[in-house]
């Protein structure tokens, strides 16, 4: 197991190569550069040229290419030109906002989906079948920034109940008691992530509910019934796991999903995380942040994959890593 | 009683096929209702287009250019199906028995499925009210001031208006052109690539493959949204943000996952006899996969399609919504959501009511998408 991680991750070298050399040159031909904000048209030239010398942006593209390579292999994302600091520092303040949003969301969705599955395949045909049916396609087909708007809406305005923007009150909470504190944090958790995994959890249910019909007909299942076994341990126990296999294949596809829509999500909830960084570099044109973000971007796609195939040889003990 | 109809001697309607229409003669109205409702808003739009008709084609009492040839052949369309079903309404429904081509069994089959039925009814209401929009909308999209600014949906502004008093459900009804046929056509673009290219990669193997699959790997392992947002964020300066650039980006971004699903189909198929049998007879490559695999590929490709329509609205509307789509004033649903944002307190109908409309059509394509792959491949029936 631990040979096939290594070589897991050694497969994603080039795959890490080619966003980056992608994205580089993507970058390099749009026009104009992370400088251009330091200009008015009054600039001096010579100003001009020291400003562009000083972020080494005079020295063609290959050049600076090559400079960026050794550095990312060394461990080094250069300094972002937009914020004017490292771009590892800048990183680091966000992705752990993002991870804490992505991974409540995620166990969320497929709890919440997992279970309305199995409510709808225990119960096939029935009207509560048919109704969570309609409504998971209902949620399945919804803008998640719509819903994110909607919920602002409702539980910020019409039923104020819940914080609608930010990480923490920014008044009150250096005034709280730790207990308080921990309350504050979560109930600013609860809308970005509902807004964030509804739609997965729809797609959850949906496959969930028609996986666990298969292995239902399956002889196996019969067998178990005919023992007499109540029906909750047949399908609890015995369906259930042999189910969630194609879930825990669809787990490693939900992150990328994840992190699109936490692009939206963040910029409406205010959420200082990930997708809002990408969105200020692209806009700011800053090139070791754009390279660092996608980078990330791409480690988590591989990593959430790497997860769901172990998981895999968890659920089903005849699958082996030699 | 005249002499038994033997298969031979019937030929099938193509009214047959029309979903609800047996229904509708027979009178049996529950089932008939989705047709009857389509029927209703087709005279509706022809009665109620008719008078437009003049002001449209002649510029001197505005309007110019391709839109009001488009409403008339839609206006003639219209008047032309609602006369022939009228028509056809006192023809002999056919008989039960006669044989039926392939084309017809699979109509038949995806007509049992009242859910992929009732989003083809939506999908097809859609499309008329998206092509008679000149015709049929109560405003000028762009008019200023209509009634009153801000005013919330009542007889006569059904869904409202806006900061600028501008009508939404006019609005929304253009924007619905723009958005479906951004899903149309960028759809169209990324099937015939995708398809495309799973079938060099599938029949030819070795490095080509390798290849191809290396970038679906590139591209898949980074989020659509975000490669779209850095192509168009990038070169927004340089002309990215017009209808035609977003409708071809949005294409080249959305090709890998039916390539794949046709590599994998094509894997299969060219180790078939007829295959070997057409290469024994030395057709030549291109010939072989675009004449006999693709055809035969094709049935996971139009599911597919049918299902990343209503991704593509969605993956428009974030777009417009991050202010990159198809650039101000034209009305997309995305960007009416984005225009209303400022006012969620106090005219919240104008974020509400698009949003409602992108969540019908999507769900429209996803009922009908499932519907066709249950009707094309019995394997799949039953899965989500």
Redesign the interface.
Known sequence: MFTYTLKKLAMAL??LW??IT??FF??E????DATDRFFTPETPPEVRQAITEKWGLDKPAVTRYGIMMVNLLQGDFGRSISQERPVFDIVLDALPNTLVLSLLSLVVINLVGVVLGIIQAARQYSALDGGLSVLS??F???????LA??L??VFG?WWPVLPTSGMIDPVMHDFMTPSQQTWDKLAHLVLPSIALGVSSAA?VA??M???L??VIRQDYIRTAKAKGLPEYVVVLKHALRNALLPIITILGMQL??L??GA??VE?IFAWPGMGRL??QA??S?DTPL?IAC?FI??ML??VGNLVADLLYAVVDPRIRFE | MGAPVTPQDHKPSPLGYVPGLGHLLRGDWPNAIGLSVQLLILTWAAVAGFPRLGGLLFPEQGGSGLHPWIALLSWVGVVGLVGYTTWAGQQPPPPKDSVRSPTAELIKQFQRNRAGVFGLHIVSWMIVLALLTPLVAPFDPDALDVGGKSLPPQPGYWMGTDDFGRDLLSRSLYGARISLSIGFIAVGLSATLGALIGAVAGYFGGWVDRLSM?LV??L???????LL???V???R??GAQSLFLIVVILGLTGWMGVSRIVRAQVLTLKEQDFVQACRAMGIPDSRIILGHILPNAMAPVIVNASLAI?GTI?TE??LS??GLGVPPPTATW?SI?NDG?EF??TA?WI??GP?LL??LA??SF??LGDGLRDALDPKLR???
């Open positions: 080039p795959l080619g966003v992608l994205i993507l970058i031909l749009s026009p104009g396609l209902f399945y087909s919804m803008p998640g920034f719509w708007l909607v602002q809406l305005l797609s949906r496959y509910r028609s996986s019909l298969e990328p999903f992190v699109s692009v939206l910029s990408i969105v692209i806009f044109q754009i996608f971007l791409t796609v591989v | 290396w790997d590139l898949l392992a980074l989020p659509r949204l975000v947002l850095a192509i964020g990038l070169f300066s340089a209503g969605l509307a974030s919504f991050l995305g959501i944002r969620m307190r919240p974020t509400i949003g992108i969540v999507v769900m996803n009922l039953g899965r989500a």
